[in-house]
């Protein structure tokens, strides 16, 4: 892996642009996620499932995520947040589920994560990814750093298909708030709501593989152009501390690095910045 990176250079182009954004004024936020294949617990399993697995040793997934913070460190992406996996919580089929573990074991995750990233930058802000917010693994993550003094710096959910009014991201606001509360954690935590799109189109078979994406036929519409306006009147009648519209750019957005195992690849949901 350390060849790859530092021979072949496969974490380049998601260096490259966290440094844009971060010389722009920008925060830039890298998910470290896609178990590889030599790490994997199911090694074996094809190559679209592998990676989707708990490691099979922790202590070497610590060393991996030290090392990969490491590199963007001394390549000028110091600055960065990192968030451990994405929609850990929720698949819409078993293909499109992103792990495969249960609750403890991505609990034993973002502990190993958090240790490889503070061990090289004691500062960073560490989160982690979720599709929605009412589910298991938020109460269990919010218990879980509180009890074990884990950074949890921010909340980053996808308010997919969300009605662009203020209270329906007030009800969220106070509930992920509520429950933060009652698992202990004490300090002010922002909520982000990543992805947020109006997505109407959801699921039809005209789309790409049925499911809606950049290239969606509602992306260039008077509807979506509104939604999108009045949708942020409303996150900031909330007091969503941050958010992201899906997406953004075209295809290229983001990348996926299966650790020189697949090769490069273009992936929405991997060294997102």
Do not use: C
Not at 196 to 209: E, H
């Amino acid at each position: 892996f350390k060849n790859k990176v530092e021979k072949e250079r496969i974490l380049l182009d998601a260096l490259e642009e966290a440094k844009s954004v971060l010389a722009g004024g920008g925060r830039a936020l890298f998910d470290l996620q896609m178990m590889p294949s030599w790490l994997s617990s199911k090694p074996s399993y094809k190559k679209g499932e592998y990676f989707r697995y708990p490691p099979d040793n922790y202590d070497t997934w610590r060393d991996l995520v030290a090392y990969v913070v490491d590199y963007f460190n001394r390549n000028g992406a110091g600055a960065a947040d990192y968030r451990i996996w994405e929609e850990a919580d929720v698949g819409l089929t078993r293909e499109n589920k992103f792990w495969y573990g249960n609750t403890g074991d991505f609990l034993k995750l973002y502990k190993s994560s958090v240790e490889g990233i503070r061990s090289v930058d004691k500062d960073a802000k560490v989160t982690f990814g979720m599709a929605g917010y009412k589910n298991e693994i938020l109460p269990a993550m919010a218990a879980y750093a509180a009890k074990n003094n884990l950074p949890l710096d921010y909340i980053i959910w996808h308010p997919f298909r969300t009605p662009p009014y203020p209270h329906e991201y007030n009800y969220d606001v106070e509930y992920v708030k509520q429950m933060l509360k009652k698992a202990g954690v004490k300090k002010n935590i922002g909520l982000h709501a990543e992805s947020w799109n109006s997505w109407l189109d959801f699921g039809k078979p005209d789309l790409s593989n049925g499911w809606p994406d950049e290239r969606s036929s509602e992306r260039d519409t008077e509807y979506n152009a509104a939604y999108a306006i009045q949708t942020l009147f409303a996150l900031d009648a909330a007091g969503v501390a941050g958010h992201s519209f899906f997406s953004r750019v075209d295809f290229s957005y983001g990348k996926l690095f299966e650790a020189g195992v697949l090769g490069r690849h273009h992936h929405r949901h991997v060294a997102r910045l």
